[in-house]
């Protein structure tokens, strides 16, 4: 696979350490790289990953950091500073998007990241270019001492081509600190000629790409020329298999000058990109004639049949898909009991990410607003804030343990400071896992990312710490009168509440082969 691809080249790289947090389509990422005997660690959340790997650059050694596409968001802190201070050892910012909302909640395209913040981008069509543009990334990022994004998407990572690997990268630097405040303190007076130094870098990138860059010009028919990148070069190839195309492997900064002498070559030229039309405005800002895919194409995966529509103009309705029987909770899943009880109380639920989120279809159809890792605070707390009493009486804020590490405890810190009137009610639903996206570790495990014994996280006492007056800690499963009496109890209250909900997921116990760690509350 694509992933299997990257944690290959970050190992044959001499990368000293991968941090990440896991994200559908990214996650097997670090699982591998861990297998193939590279060190890996999964971090709290994305923007704690990236700093860590920052830690790792200023040490003059090769870090990386994985993520799925809104997990960047989370990182986007750190790359755009990142950008400004750069690097000593190698940065790559592994990004996986999911064109088509195969399991996230939005199809952003990272591209619009790498030009905002201002640092390369490659984007590879398979795995041999997941490979080969994972090494090649180390070497940028090294080599001009910039972050670098490595942008996947969900095809890619999840594809499988054949790898022909090259000899892994020898007499790389050894780890040593050395002192440079003006580059590594960002401080307005010092960020300012950062700025500089940046767009200086990024003039020598782009002449590079110009002419050394992982691009490709495939020679066919100047009747039609194809401007394509990433996994859409494999759908228009055998869509258009007589066409000529221009493959571009970095995305950003783009070899304009390539691209624009190679739409001149041929009589009509055409821009196959999924999602945004990144290439098709830059190209018409740079004064080529370019056409690209009407509105409707951008929503979605692209495959060969609906290049074929593009490249003819067709904009006729697409066929709608064969409906698939929607996902659901696992038969006996202890979150089940949960949400039942949530509906009989007829609670308005803040939920989630995670893979009770699946609480909000049919038949459960118990959750009633999900936006982003965390946001199930923030947003209970907004309706606490302001509905009628009988109303915010009513709300529930809902979240899973490893989503409560990655961003539920700033949450639970406003909860604490910004108390609504009528209180407020948390239920942590640990299940011991990142369900989800694999069964990976967190800090609420006890386990390393290789399973090794940790320190773990008590949910209950971080709670306290923070002055939760009613905390209390069940199990639905055996003790389920309880649960709901501690429910109904708190829902009554104009106190804060935090009730942990645990039971390990089946499925990750028999996956890993390990007991479940547990907290005594």
């Known amino acids: 696979m694509g992933n299997e691809a990257v944690a290959l080249g970050a190992l044959h790289a001499g990368a000293a350490r991968g941090i990440g947090y896991p994200g559908t389509p990214s996650s097997e990422i670090l699982d591998v790289y861990n297998q193939l005997g590279g060190k890996a660690e999964w971090a709290p959340n994305e923007k704690v990953a990236a700093e860590v790997a920052l830690g790792v650059s200023f040490a003059g050694v090769r870090a990386f950091t994985t993520m799925k596409h809104v997990g960047l968001n989370v990182a986007a802190d750190v790359l755009f500073t990142a950008a400004y201070s750069g690097v000593d050892g190698a940065l790559v910012f592994v990004v996986a998007d999911d064109p088509g909302l195969a399991s996230s909640q939005d199809e952003q395209d990272s591209r619009r990241y790498a030009v905002a913040a201002g640092v390369p981008l490659f984007e590879p069509s398979d795995s041999q270019e997941a490979y080969d543009y994972t090494r090649l990334a180390f070497e940028v990022s090294e080599r001009w001492k910039i972050p670098v994004l490595l942008k996947l998407t969900t095809r890619v990572c999840h594809s499988g081509t054949i790898v022909m690997p090259r000899a892994p990268d020898t007499g790389l630097a050894a780890a040593h600190f050395v002192r440079n405040i003006p580059y590594r303190v960002m401080v307005p007076g010092h960020a300012r000629p950062a700025h500089r130094r940046l767009r200086q870098k990024l003039a020598e990138i782009a002449e590079w790409n110009e002419t050394d860059g992982p691009n490709q010009e495939i020679e066919g028919s100047r009747d039609l020329g194809i401007l394509v990148s990433g996994v859409a070069y494999q759908h228009a190839r055998e869509a258009a298999s007589d066409a000529s195309f221009f493959k571009v492997g970095m995305s950003y900064p783009l070899p304009m000058r390539k691209m624009l002498n190679f739409i001149e070559s041929v009589k009509r030229a055409v821009v196959i990109e999924e999602n945004d039309p990144v290439m098709a405005d830059a190209v018409r800002a740079a004064g080529g004639t370019i056409e690209s895919a009407p509105e409707m194409y951008r929503f979605g995966e692209l495959n060969v049949s609906r290049v074929k529509r593009i490249l003819a103009g067709d904009v006729t309705p697409e066929a709608v898909p064969p409906r698939g029987k929607p996902p659901q909770l696992c038969a006996g899943c202890p979150h089940g009991i949960t949400f039942d009880l949530l509906k009989k109380y007829n609670c308005i639920v803040a939920g989630d990410i995670g893979c009770y989120t ?160 547990t907290t005594e509350g």
Do not use: W
Not at 368 to 386: E, F, K, N, P, Y
């Open 358 to 517: 699946l609480a909000a279809l049919p038949p459960l159809s118990s959750m009633d607003t999900q936006i982003c890792m965390g946001a199930s605070l923030g947003t209970g707390l907004g309706l606490r804030h302001v509905l009628p009493r009988e109303e915010a009486k009513r709300v529930v804020s809902v979240i899973g343990d490893s989503t409560f590490v990655h961003s539920g405890l700033t949450g639970l810190a406003e909860m604490t400071y910004n108390v609504p009137p009528t209180g407020h009610v948390l239920l942590i639903l640990d299940n011991t896992t990142t369900a989800m996206t694999g069964q990976q570790e967190h800090p609420g495990t006890g386990r390393l990312l290789d399973h090794s014994p940790a320190n773990q996280l008590d949910y209950e006492k971080i709670a306290r710490a923070m002055n939760v007056p009613n905390v209390g800690t069940f199990d639905p499963i055996r003790q389920p009168a309880e649960f709901e009496a501690a429910l109904v109890e708190a829902l009554a209250k104009d106190e804060l509440t935090v009730l942990i909900v645990r039971r390990p997921c089946i499925l990750a116990v028999a996956r890993k082969g390990v007991k479940p760690a």
